[in-house]
């Protein structure tokens, strides 16, 4: 039996991410459109969500959590502090509360909503498509029942990983989260220099696209080391050696640490700017 059978869900501002969850959880059959709300504030996004996915919807982020088992907190950053005072004091022991915005650590979770049954998890874009990559971090007031709840709910996002470490969340969103801007950044590298040989961009973005998939389908099903891979298809003297050449020249590889260590950075700060923002004399970290 699923641990999501029987539950009640609502998702607080559900834009992708949140429709993307919703729409996995029905195509999985692990709850039943009886079972889900969702909120947003603008009426046509609600009856987009109605009339797609046959869930109730609500203008009101209250309305949206009375009363039911889980809360997934899908909110822009810059919107947590007024949404997460807004529902705060109508959340309820026994709820657990799953945030899937980038940065909110569960200090800042804690403190604006006053309440501690929390999951920090961090998809990517890929989970539009149930090919996500999830890194998530319960904290230790969870029960065993709610974190196999948070389990099987990213799970119909993709692939998830459980961290005893909440910092891993944060090294996560610079690694897998913000991991598509890079390989969609070098997918668009390649397309353009197909066209510069000569293709058409049709057929170059088709052959780049099918490259990179095959790619990864490779590495994953070997399960071998990146660099035993590329070994295998570098002979010497070779196109792949002229290549290779040509990018550690560019240094590929220390340019693509550093942004990665500046989305990590980036994370940090939106972290620090949450829990900046939790006023603590009239907002308790817990109840």
Same mark, same amino acid.
């Given at each position: 039996?699923?641990?999501?059978?029987?539950?009640?869900?609502?998702?607080? $501002?559900?834009?992708? @991410?949140?429709?993307? !969850?919703?729409?996995?959880?029905?195509?999985?059959?692990?709850?039943?459109?009886?079972?889900?709300?969702?909120?947003?504030?603008? #009426?046509?996004?609600?009856?987009?969500?109605?009339? #797609?996915?046959? *869930?109730?919807?609500?203008?009101?982020?209250?309305?949206?959590? &009375?009363?039911?088992?889980?809360?997934?907190?899908?909110?822009? =950053?810059? @919107?947590?502090?007024?949404?997460?005072?807004? *529902?705060?004091?109508?959340?309820?022991? $026994?709820?657990?509360?799953?945030?899937? *915005?980038?940065?909110?650590?569960? %200090?800042?979770?804690?403190?604006?909503?006053?309440?501690?049954?929390?999951?920090?998890? !961090? =998809?990517? /874009?890929?989970?539009?498509?149930?090919?996500?990559?999830?890194?998530?971090?319960?904290?230790?007031? %969870?029960? =065993?029942?709610?974190?196999?709840?948070?389990?099987?709910?990213?799970?119909?996002?993709?692939?998830? *990983?459980?961290? &005893? +470490?909440?910092?891993?969340?944060?090294?996560? /969103?610079?690694?897998?989260?913000?991991? =598509?801007? +890079?390989?969609?950044?070098?997918?668009?590298?390649?397309? &353009?220099?197909?066209?510069?040989?000569?293709?058409?961009?049709?057929?170059?973005?088709?052959?780049?696209?099918?490259?990179?998939?095959?790619?990864?389908?490779? #590495?994953?099903?070997?399960?071998?080391?990146?660099?035993?891979?590329?070994? @295998?298809?570098?002979?010497?003297?070779?196109?792949?050696?002229?290549?290779?050449?040509?990018?550690?020249?560019?240094?590929?590889?220390?340019?693509?640490?550093?942004?990665?260590?500046?989305? +990590?950075?980036? /994370?940090?700060?939106?972290?620090?700017?949450?829990?900046?923002?939790?006023? /603590?004399?009239?907002?308790?970290?817990?109840?």
């Amino acid at each position: 039996m699923s641990p999501l059978e029987g539950r009640t869900l609502a998702t607080v $501002g559900t834009g992708v @991410m949140a429709e993307s !969850m919703i729409a996995g959880l029905l195509r999985g059959r692990l709850l039943e459109p009886a079972n889900l709300v969702a909120s947003h504030p603008r #009426a046509e996004r609600r009856e987009q969500l109605a009339a #797609a996915h046959g *869930i109730r919807v609500t203008a009101s982020n209250v309305d949206a959590v &009375d009363g039911v088992d889980i809360v997934v907190l899908a909110v822009k =950053p810059q @919107m947590l502090a007024r949404v997460g005072r807004e *529902i705060g004091p109508h959340l309820r022991p $026994g709820q657990l509360v799953l945030s899937v *915005i980038a940065g909110a650590t569960t %200090t800042a979770l804690a403190g604006l909503l006053g309440h501690r049954e929390l999951v920090r998890s !961090m =998809p990517n /874009t890929p989970a539009q498509l149930g090919h996500g990559m999830t890194v998530w971090y319960a904290t230790p007031e %969870t029960t =065993p029942e709610q974190r196999a709840q948070a389990k099987a709910l990213l799970s119909s996002l993709g692939v998830e *990983i459980e961290v &005893d +470490y909440e910092k891993f969340v944060a090294m996560a /969103t610079a690694v897998s989260g913000t991991g =598509p801007t +890079y390989v969609f950044l070098v997918m668009e590298a390649l397309v &353009d220099a197909a066209v510069h040989l000569g293709f058409p961009r049709h057929v170059a973005h088709d052959l780049v696209v099918e490259t990179l998939e095959g790619s990864a389908f490779f #590495a994953k099903a070997s399960g071998t080391h990146p660099a035993v891979l590329r070994n @295998m298809v570098t002979s010497p003297g070779g196109t792949s050696a002229a290549a290779l050449h040509a990018l550690e020249s560019g240094r590929l590889r220390t340019v693509l640490s550093e942004a990665v260590w500046a989305a +990590y950075r980036r /994370t940090v700060e939106l972290g620090e700017q949450l829990e900046a923002s939790v006023e /603590t004399p009239d907002h308790p970290s817990g109840r």
